[in-house]
C-alpha cells in the first residue's frame, strides 16, 4: 500500500511514537518507506508517523492568510526560510501539537528576536501537502494511511452501523471514565499537551449533567444513574447560592446567567434524583421566574447588571424550555400555559429583529415540548420555521474537505461563530425533535430533510470522536480523550459541551420525542 507512487527520493517527516508519546523526529531525504523504521531506529511496538512531502509551492506574505487557512492544519505543511536557516512543520505535526499556522511563525520569528517587517525583506515562506501514513512496528495493527491525520468517516454508514449509539456509546464511556471520587467531570482538555485546562463554565457543565442522567435512563444503567447524580451534587455544591428572596442562581465568581439557572434547573427536573434536590430545584424555578421580562421574553443576567442582555440567543430558550419541561411534568413551581405562551411570542418577535442560528435549537425544542402538550400550531410553525431557516448553514458540497462535511458553518456569515463541535450537536438536538414533530403532523418531505441533515450530522460528529488507534495515534493519556470529541478536524481541544450536545442529540435520535394521537389530526 505504502510504496504505490512514492519515489525513493521523497522528502520525509517522520516521528517515533512509544504509547503516543514522541521518542524522536525529523526529516529524511533519499530512503525509501519500506527501509524507514529500520533507518530510524523504530522498535517493537513503536508507531511510526510518516508525511510523504508533495507538491511544494512558494507562498508571498501577502497570501499567508490565504494560503495557510485555519482549515487547511492537517492538510498542508509550512516551510519558512529565514536569513540562511530552514525549517519545516509537517501537518501531522502541526495536527499533534495543535499548532496554528499564524502562531507557528509568529513563534519562529520571536525566537530569532526578529519582526514581520524583518521576514518580508529577509524571509521566503512555502506550502507543501503530504500524503500521511502510520506504521506500527511489529504489531497486529495494520499501517493506515491517513486524512489530515485521521481515518474519513464515509457519508452515508455502513447496513450494520448505528452512528447515533455508538457515539453514544463512546461519550459515555469518557464521561464514566473520566468522572472523578468527587463527581467532577473535566472542562476542558487539552490532548496536545496532556493537561486539563484551568477554564471552566457551568452552563457546560449542567449540561452534561443532564445529558449523563439522560443516558442513564436510556441504558436503565444504575451505574450511570448513580454517575449523574454524583454529578450533580457536585455542580451543586460548587456553584449554587441563594441570592435573597427565595431565588437560587448558579454563581461563578462574579456572575450569575439566567442560563445556568435554567439548565441546572433542567438537569435537577429530569433527574431519578429530584426529590434529594428539591430545594435548590425550587429557588433556581424563583429566580428563573424573576428574569422574565415583558419585553424581551427574559433577561440573561443575575448580576453584574451591565452584562443583562448578552447572550439572548441561549439563554432565554434554555430558559423557555425549563419552563415548558416544568409545565408537561405538572411541577408545582411550573408556570402557567399562558406565561410561557407570552414568553414564547415576545422571543419570536425579537428573534424576527434579528436572527442567529444560536437560538434555534433550544427555541425548537421548547417549542416541540408546548406543542406536544397543546396541540398549538404556532409553537410547531415557528419551529419549523425556524428549524427550515438553519439548513442551508450544514455544509455539504464538493470542493470541501471530505472530513468537514456535515458541520454546520455558513461562510458568508462569519458573524454566527466558527464551527463547532458542540454547535453541531445542538443544532441536531433541536433537529431530532423537530423530526420528531415533522413525522407526527404526516410532513413526510420536511421530515426526509430533517432525516438526512441529522445523518449528515452524526457523520461530521463520528468524524470528530476519538474512535479508535488512529484518531489518537499522538496522545499519550488516551484514557482523557477516548470516546470525547474535538473541537474541530483541525482542533483537538476536548470540552465537556461537545460531548453533552452530541450525546444528548444521540439519545434523542434513537429515542424519539412522541406525541399523543390527537395532535397527529392538526395537519
Not at 504505490?4 to 512509544?18: E, F, K
Not at 442560528?357 to 421548547?366: G, R
Not at 468524524?463 to 474541530?488: C, N, P
Request: a neutral charge.
Amino acid at each position: 500500500m505504502l510504496k504505490t507512487g512514492q519515489s525513493q527520493s521523497a522528502l520525509i517527516w517522520h516521528c517515533v511514537r512509544s504509547g503516543g508519546t514522541a521518542k524522536h523526529y525529523g526529516w529524511e531525504e533519499g530512503i525509501s518507506l519500506a527501509d524507514l523504521p529500520r533507518h530510524v531506529g523504530a522498535r517493537q511496538g513503536d508507531v511510526l508517523e510518516v508525511c510523504v512531502v508533495d507538491d511544494i509551492r512558494p507562498v508571498s506574505t501577502k497570501q499567508l492568510s490565504k494560503v495557510f487557512r485555519q482549515r487547511d492544519r492537517g492538510l498542508i505543511g509550512m516551510e519558512i526560510a529565514f536569513r540562511g536557516e530552514l525549517v519545516r512543520f509537517a501537518p501531522t505535526h502541526m495536527l499533534a501539537a495543535n499548532l496554528r499556522f499564524d502562531r507557528v511563525l509568529q513563534k519562529f520569528l520571536e525566537q530569532r528576536g526578529a519582526t514581520a517587517d524583518d521576514f518580508a525583506v529577509d524571509g521566503h515562506l512555502r506550502s507543501f501537502s503530504a500524503r500521511q501514513f502510520l506504521l506500527p512496528v511489529g504489531s497486529k495493527d495494520e499501517q493506515a494511511e491517513l486524512f489530515r491525520g485521521g481515518t474519513v468517516i464515509a457519508p452515508t454508514p455502513s447496513t450494520d452501523e448505528n452512528r447515533a449509539a455508538e457515539l453514544a456509546d463512546g461519550i459515555g464511556q469518557w464521561m464514566i471514565g473520566n468522572l472523578s471520587a468527587d463527581g467532577a467531570l473535566p472542562y476542558k482538555y487539552w490532548p496536545s499537551q496532556g493537561v486539563e485546562s484551568l477554564a471552566d463554565n457551568a452552563i457546560r457543565r449542567f449540561l452534561a449533567t443532564r445529558s449523563l442522567a439522560q443516558l442513564g435512563e436510556l441504558r436503565g444503567s444504575a451505574e450511570i444513574r448513580g454517575a449523574a447524580r454524583r454529578n450533580l451534587r457536585y455542580n451543586l455544591d460548587r456553584y449554587f447560592q441563594n441570592i435573597g428572596g427565595g431565588r437560587g442562581a448558579i454563581v461563578e465568581g462574579t456572575d450569575a446567567k439566567l442560563g445556568a439557572a435554567a439548565l441546572a434547573a433542567l438537569a435537577i427536573l429530569e433527574s431519578p434524583a429530584q426529590r434529594e434536590f428539591l430545594p435548590e430545584l425550587t429557588m433556581l424555578a424563583a429566580g428563573v421566574d424573576s428574569l422574565a421580562d415583558e419585553e424581551h421574553g427574559f433577561r440573561t443576567f443575575f448580576f453584574p447588571p451591565e452584562r443583562d442582555g448578552e447572550n439572548w440567543n441561549f439563554y432565554s430558550g434554555e430558559a423557555l424550555l425549563f419552563w415548558a419541561e416544568a409545565l408537561r411534568r405538572g411541577a408545582e413551581f411550573a408556570p402557567s400555559l399562558e406565561r410561557c405562551t407570552a414568553a414564547f411570542t415576545r422571543c419570536r418577535a425579537r428573534h424576527y429583529g434579528l436572527r442567529n442560528p444560536a437560538f434555534v435549537p433550544w427555541h425548537t425544542q421548547a417549542c416541540t415540548s408546548l406543542f406536544a402538550q397543546t396541540g398549538r400550531r404556532e409553537f410547531a410553525d415557528f419551529a419549523f420555521e425556524i428549524t427550515d431557516w438553519l439548513l442551508p448553514m450544514q455544509q455539504w458540497e464538493e470542493g470541501l474537505a471530505p472530513d468537514l462535511w456535515g458541520r454546520f458553518y455558513d461562510p458568508k456569515r462569519p458573524e454566527f461563530g466558527p464551527p463547532h463541535a458542540a454547535s453541531t450537536g445542538a443544532y441536531l438536538e433541536g433537529l431530532a425533535d423537530a423530526a420528531a414533530l415533522a413525522r407526527a403532523l404526516g410532513q413526510k418531505l420536511r421530515g426526509t430533510a430533517y432525516d438526512c441533515v441529522i445523518h449528515r450530522g452524526l457523520r461530521s460528529l463520528r468524524q470528530l470522536q476519538f474512535r479508535d488507534w488512529r484518531d489518537a495515534f499522538y496522545i499519550s493519556k488516551k484514557k482523557y480523550v477516548m470516546g470525547a470529541l474535538r473541537t474541530e478536524v483541525y482542533d483537538n481541544a476536548v470540552r465537556v459541551d461537545s460531548a453533552a450536545h452530541a450525546l444528548i442529540a444521540a439519545i434523542k435520535i434513537l429515542r424519539p420525542l412522541e406525541f399523543g394521537t390527537s395532535n397527529s389530526s392538526l395537519e
